[in-house]
């Protein structure tokens, strides 16, 4: 059964680049597309960006090109970054497969000094 | 970018009644359209995609329908742990987006 799970650090400096990394367990990353989703406490969902395994990439305009995402299919990982945060980014950041089918518990990362 | 909306904002029902739901997107989206479960402090879990297949386990009280712009999931039946936050996608246009959510809760 393919599993998924986010990590990195949940707190993060006003301006600094929010970093994290999702580990796919029980299925290769090979063939399938990734992204990552967030949510702000208590609000909606939305779409950061999603990844190829051969390392294409799209990213959601909303995020003003702060956002990239890499991948290592050597590690079954793919990662992202978000620089220049404010607390608007405050949010549980989700990895899933694009498809939907696969989802990470989600991590909580907030943005304070 | 592809506006969801979602109505009704809250459906309060009670357990073995009937659920619909709707999701009204601002242009067409095919039937690129899936249906998300979410429960307190956990991820969204797919139901339905493609407007009307069901996703790998996913019981037969949960039906999608719909294409173009408007869409439907129908809880047939509901069961007390069906009672949560309902999320259509659309992934016809990037970026893909979620509607704002309807809540099933217990009458």
């Known amino acids: 059964q393919v599993q998924l799970q986010e990590s990195g650090p949940g707190l993060v400096k006003p301006s600094e680049t929010l970093s994290l990394t999702c580990t796919v367990s029980?299925?290769?990353?090979?063939?399938?597309?990734w992204g990552w989703i967030r949510q702000p406490p208590g609000k909606g969902l939305e779409w950061i960006g999603y990844?190829?395994?051969?390392?294409?990439?799209n990213y959601n305009p909303s995020l003003k090109s702060r956002a990239t995402i890499s991948v290592d299919t050597s590690k079954n990982q793919f990662s992202l970054k978000l620089s220049s945060v404010t607390a608007a980014d405050t949010a549980v950041y989700y990895c899933?497969?694009?498809?939907?089918?696969?989802w990470g518990q989600g991590t909580l990362v907030t943005v304070s000094s | 970018e592809i506006v969801l909306t979602q109505s009704p904002v809250t459906l309060s029902l009670s357990p073995g009644e009937r659920a619909t739901l709707s999701c009204r997107a601002s242009?067409?989206?095919?039937?690129?359209l899936a249906w998300y479960q979410q429960k307190p402090g956990q991820a969204p879990r797919l139901l339905i995609y493609?407007?009307?297949n069901r996703a790998t386990g996913i019981p037969a009280r949960f039906s999608g329908s719909g294409s173009g712009t408007d869409f439907t999931l129908t809880i047939s039946s509901l069961e007390p742990g069906d009672f949560a936050l309902y999320y259509c996608?659309?992934?016809?246009?990037?970026?893909?987006?979620f509607g704002p959510g309807t809540k099933v809760d217990i009458k």
């Open positions: 990844i190829y395994y051969s390392g294409s990439t």
């Open positions: 029980g299925g290769s990353i090979s063939s399938y597309y």
């Open positions: 242009q067409s989206v095919s039937s690129y």
């Open positions: 493609d407007a009307s």
């Open positions: 996608q659309q992934r016809s246009n990037w970026p893909f987006t």
């Open positions: 899933a497969r694009r498809d939907g089918g696969y």
